[in-house]
């Protein structure tokens, strides 16, 4: 505070200092008694003193006045208490208008972020209607062969659909998240059974070891987290099998899901739970959004649990989602 008082002030001081100075010449060209100038020179100095010494005083409690504001501001009015001149006043007014500016663009920002997310959320759920419609039709018509396809492409739009309600809901994930004893064996299974028209239609295989697991856990994120890693491990998978398991490392129980497909480049791992980051299979094979991952991470972090991947190219990825001690059961 007090570099910054003396660069404020910096030009105040030049003039005091050069008018000693000139008292200085003054006493030299004069044929004057010394004592008479040096008289004038301290009882100058002193009131430069006390006009510093004041002036310093206030300008402390003005900033520290600032720093409280700063350090509440957008949390309480702001009162500056009040200006020293003119133009301090100007700036005070300019500040509040820019405030209440702000305001009220943060209002309708918020508004319009509040309907953004009501009309998804209300289409996400209408659009539901017309999917089962469309599964019931394949179901019901005795011309399709290949049906299985059918319940792929179906299941896919279902995937897409889902995707966008949870993704409106991660930010808030916190007012959407209940923590309660969650069986991961069985979400497992709910999972896989959900893939099964995608398993049957892509003819690969799923292999899931038993194991018996209880966590305190968000059952649904969990089962969302769950879903993204076995719909990339099918969505790049052309044969073999996709393997789910858990087991304990250390104090910390790990539920691994790993498959035999293409792998993921070693320079593209780094990247995969980055928002909109397809990588160089998601650009090639064109089945990657670049959303799925970064939901799936975002989750993970929320519920405190932690997402490792390892994969080799042309052999396969294994995710691993480390469950803490402190949640199990």
Not at 128 to 146: C, S
Not at 173 to 197: A, H, M
Request: hydrophobic fraction near 40%; proline fraction near 2%; aromatic fraction near 14%.
């Amino acid at each position: 505070m007090i570099r910054s008082y003396l660069k404020s002030r910096s030009l105040l001081f030049l003039v005091m200092l050069w008018s000693i100075v000139i008292f200085g010449v003054i006493d030299i060209v004069t044929p004057k008694e010394k004592t008479n100038i040096f008289y004038g020179i301290f009882v100058y100095v002193f009131i430069c003193a006390i006009i510093i010494g004041i002036d310093a005083a206030r300008y402390g409690n003005k900033m520290r006045k600032l720093q409280i504001i700063y350090d509440h501001l957008g949390t309480s009015p702001v009162d500056f208490g009040g200006y020293d001149d003119q133009s301090e006043k100007y700036y005070q007014d300019m500040i509040h208008k820019l405030l209440l500016q702000a305001d009220t663009n943060m209002r309708q920002l918020s508004e319009d972020y509040n309907d953004f997310i009501e009309y998804y959320s209300m289409w996400v759920h209408q659009i539901k209607t017309p999917i089962a419609a469309l599964r019931l039709m394949v179901q019901t018509d005795d011309r399709i062969t290949n049906k299985g396809d059918y319940y792929a492409e179906i299941f896919r739009i279902e995937q897409y659909v889902e995707m966008v309600l949870q993704y409106m809901r991660l930010k808030n994930i916190s007012d959407d998240t209940v923590v309660e004893k969650t069986d991961v064996y069985n979400l497992v299974r709910e999972s896989v059974k959900k893939f099964s028209s995608v398993f049957i239609s892509r003819h690969l295989a799923v292999d899931i070891k038993f194991f018996d697991q209880v966590v305190y856990t968000d059952g649904k994120w969990l089962s969302f987290m769950i879903e993204q890693f076995l719909s990339n491990s099918l969505k790049y998978s052309n044969k073999g099998t996709i393997h789910l398991y858990g087991r304990y490392e250390g104090e910390d129980w790990v539920l691994y899901i790993r498959d035999e497909g293409i792998g993921i480049r070693k320079e593209d791992i780094p990247r995969i739970f980055d928002k909109g980051y397809t990588g160089y299979n998601g650009r090639i094979y064109k089945k990657s959004t670049g959303i799925g991952l970064y939901l799936a991470k975002g989750a993970a972090d929320r519920l405190n649990l932690k997402i490792s991947v390892h994969s080799v190219q042309n052999k396969g990825t294994t995710v691993k989602i480390k469950f803490p001690a402190d949640i199990l059961c």
